[in-house]
C-alpha cells in the first residue's frame, strides 16, 4: 500500500492515537473496528462446540490447492469429510491394491488444523471401481471382497477418523431396499455384516447409516427407523444415523426434522446432519437468500434441540465449490458462502441460531 494512504503512528497526533485506542479495544465504528471484531469473533466450529456439538464442512482434495479456500475450512470447522477421496473407487481402484494417497490428505489437512474427521463412504451403490461393477459375484465371493474393503480402510485410519457412514444410501424414496449390487447378491444382512466387520476394526468409531430425503418422518425414514429398531434388537454395533439433508426451496422445509432426530435419539441412537446444503432455482434472489437462511437457521436449532444430534456438516461451505450446479443445472447457491467466499445470510442466520441458549 503506498505510503500516502498510510500515516505513520507518529503524524496520528492525539485524535489520531485514540482512535487508533478505540480501535484495538473494538469500540469504535468503521470498517478496521469492524475487522478487528470479525477476527475475535468465535467460528461456527466454536460456537457449536459450546453445545458439545461439532460444525464441519465436506471438501474435496482438488480444491485444497485454493489457500484463500484453505485458510478457512482450516479456520471456521471442527470437523471435516472428505466429498470423495474415501470413497470405494478411490481407495481400492484395483481388486486388493488400495490408495489412501488421498484420504490421507485430507486427514492430515484436519490433524494440522485439529479438525475431527468424518469417514465417508464404505458401502455404497456409486463411486464404485470397475472391476467391482465389471462382473458378476457369489454372494461368498463378495461378502469377501466386501469385508476385505470394509476392513482395510477402516484399519488403515482407526484412531483418526471418528464416525464412519458404514452403509450409504440403502433405501429407496417408499422404503423398500435399493437393489444395489449388494442387496441384489447378500441380501439386507449385508448391513449388519458390514457394521459389524467395520466394529472388529476400529472398536472405537462411531458407526452410521446415512441417507438422503430422510429429514422428514416419511417412508424412506420410517425404513431406517425399523432398520435402527431391528439391529439394536441383534446388538450390531449401529451408534447413529446420518441424514444427509440436501434440501432444496422448491420442494419445501421439512417441519417433522426436530420429531424425526427425537425417535431416533430415543433408540439410543446419535444422529448427524452429515451433507447440508440448501439449493434454488437461480437466480439467487434476496427473497430466496432470506428464506434459505431460515432454512439454515430452522435446521441448526432442530440439532441443538435434541441432545443426541451431536453435529452438522455443510457438504462444502462455498458456492465456488459446491456439486449442485454440476448435477442440478440451473439450480445452486446452496451453500453458507457464496462464489467469492463472503458470507450470505445463511451464514449469519446459522450463527445466531448457535448463539443462543
Ligand atoms: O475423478 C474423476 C476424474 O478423474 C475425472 O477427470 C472427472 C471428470 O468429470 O471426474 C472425476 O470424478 C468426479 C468425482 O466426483 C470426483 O471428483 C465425478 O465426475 C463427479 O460426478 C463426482 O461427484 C461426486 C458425487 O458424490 C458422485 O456421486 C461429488 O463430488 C460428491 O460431492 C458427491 O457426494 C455425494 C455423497 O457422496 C453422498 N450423498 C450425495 C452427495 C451428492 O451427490
Known sequence: MPSTTR????????AGALAALLVAAGTAGGPAAQAGEQHRAKTLGDLAQRHGRYFGSATDNPVLTDT????????EFGMITPGNSMKWEATEPRQGVFD???GDEVVEFARANRQKVRGHTLVWHNQ????????QWTADELRTVLKNHIQTEVRHYRGKVYAWDVVNEAFN???????????????????ADALRWAHEADPKAKLYVNDYNVEAVGPKS??????????KAQR???????LQAHLALQYGYPTTLEDNLRRFARLGLDTALTEVDVRMLLPATEEKL??????????TKACLAVRRCVGITVWDWTDKYSWIPEFFPGEGAALPWDEQFAPKPAYHAIRDALKRR
Open 290 to 299: 432470506a428464506q434459505q437462511a431460515d432454512w439454515y437457521r430452522d435446521l
Open 68 to 75: 484463500a479456500y484453505t485458510k478457512i475450512l482450516g479456520h
Open 173 to 191: 424414496e417408499d422404503g423398500t431396499w435399493r437393489e444395489s449390487l449388494f442387496y441384489k447378491t447378500l441380501g439386507p444382512g449385508y448391513i
Open 128 to 135: 464404485l471401481p470397475g472391476w467391482l461393477t465389471s462382473r
Open 100 to 102: 489412501f494417497t488421498k
Open 222 to 231: 420410517d425404513a431406517y427407523y425399523a432398520l435402527a429398531q431391528q439391529l
Open 7 to 14: 500515516p505513520s503512528r507518529l503524524r496520528l497526533g492525539f
Open 236 to 242: 450390531v454395533p449401529l451408534h447413529g444415523f446420518g
